[in-house]
């Protein structure tokens, strides 16, 4: 059993878990996370333990760390094979999980669903998500799951570090509500078997369907834009590490520039965009890093 030591003096059991939850982002480890260590030594340095000075961790602690942050990795399903991901590389929803997941330092394999060739409409991958839709996250023995926000959700449960959620409760909605507003709200309307519809079923022209792609684009970012312009200090959406919202925000105003959206008016998302792409975990999953971008 190891024991911290408080501020005040008190000792009290160390629970690797909670010490894991509370992991920042900014000293995530990816290449220790690849072995399923999570950064873990980097949390723990700086607190004090029973019998240990400050910042040197005994052997012990260090071992049982990793055992214990060993536990949340799930690169690999119960077969031991590493987790499959349909994407495509334009495919905004499929970014949301390639973000979360290499936030988690997880890589998966990927296999491409070329949605423009509507390769997600083949019965063989609609057994998969029925509703034809990437992207689907093959975790093993049988099991895909999908829906962007269950699937980073799911990924939050079972690897908790770094996360992705604050803990206070009201705050966890908010970034929920967030996160929500851009996968129900806005991207629905301008997916592409929506836009689809509109030019082959309503006999919608190029300039009217870029018109009702910048109404429904404007009025969903107005609303994130307003749900975030009191934050005047930290960096991204809620505070001074990314969370769920970063991650469904990075890839819509992506989407909103493809289509020549003007986005001046969204200084705060701006903001947090520029942050978020600071980092990694953003920037390599972009679409134009993906090995099946079309150049
Ligand atoms: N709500 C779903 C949306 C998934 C979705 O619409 N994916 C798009 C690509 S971003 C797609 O597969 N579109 C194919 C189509 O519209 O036929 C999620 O968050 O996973």
């Given at each position: 059993m190891v024991r911290e030591i408080g501020e005040d003096g008190t000792l009290a059991p160390l629970d690797l878990t909670t010490a894991a939850l509370s992991l920042d982002a900014r000293y995530f480890d990816a290449s220790a996370a690849a072995e399923g260590a999570v950064g873990i030594s980097s949390l723990l340095a700086g607190r004090r333990f029973e019998g240990q000075k400050s910042g040197n961790l005994s052997a012990g602690l260090r071992e049982a760390a990793f055992e214990r942050a060993g536990?949340?990795?799930?690169?690999?399903?119960a077969g031991g094979e590493l987790m499959l991901l349909y994407t495509y590389f334009r495919s905004s929803a499929s970014w949301r999980v390639r973000i979360a997941l290499a936030l988690k330092g997880v890589t998966p394999r990927h296999e491409v669903i070329r949605t423009v060739d509507g390769e997600q409409n083949t019965a063989e991958f609609r057994q998969k998500n029925p509703l034809g839709v990437?992207?689907?996250?093959?975790?093993?023995?049988g099991r895909w799951l999908n829906q962007s926000l269950a699937i980073i959700e799911w990924l939050e449960e079972v690897h908790p570090a770094p996360p992705l959620l604050p803990v206070d409760p009201p705050e966890r909605a908010r970034v929920r509500a967030f996160a929500l507003a851009v996968a129900c709200e806005i991207h629905p309307l301008n997916n592409l078997r929506v836009l689809n519809f509109l030019e082959?079923?309503?006999?919608?022209d190029e300039q009217q369907q870029r018109l009702w792609y910048h109404h429904w684009i404007k009025q969903g970012l107005e609303a994130l834009e307003s749900a975030i312009?009191?934050?005047?200090?930290?960096?991204?959406c809620f505070g001074d590490v990314p969370s769920l919202a970063d991650v469904f925000l990075v890839p819509q105003i992506a989407n909103a520039r493809r289509w020549k959206?003007?986005?001046?008016?969204?200084p705060t998302l701006l903001r947090a965009e520029a942050a978020a792409l600071e980092l990694p975990a953003f920037r390599e999953t972009a679409p134009e890093k993906q090995p099946d971008a079309i150049t």
């Open positions: 536990q949340f990795s799930c690169h690999k399903n990437i992207p689907v996250l093959d975790i093993g023995e082959q079923m309503m006999g919608q312009q009191n934050n005047k200090r930290s960096p991204f959206c003007p986005l001046e008016a969204y």
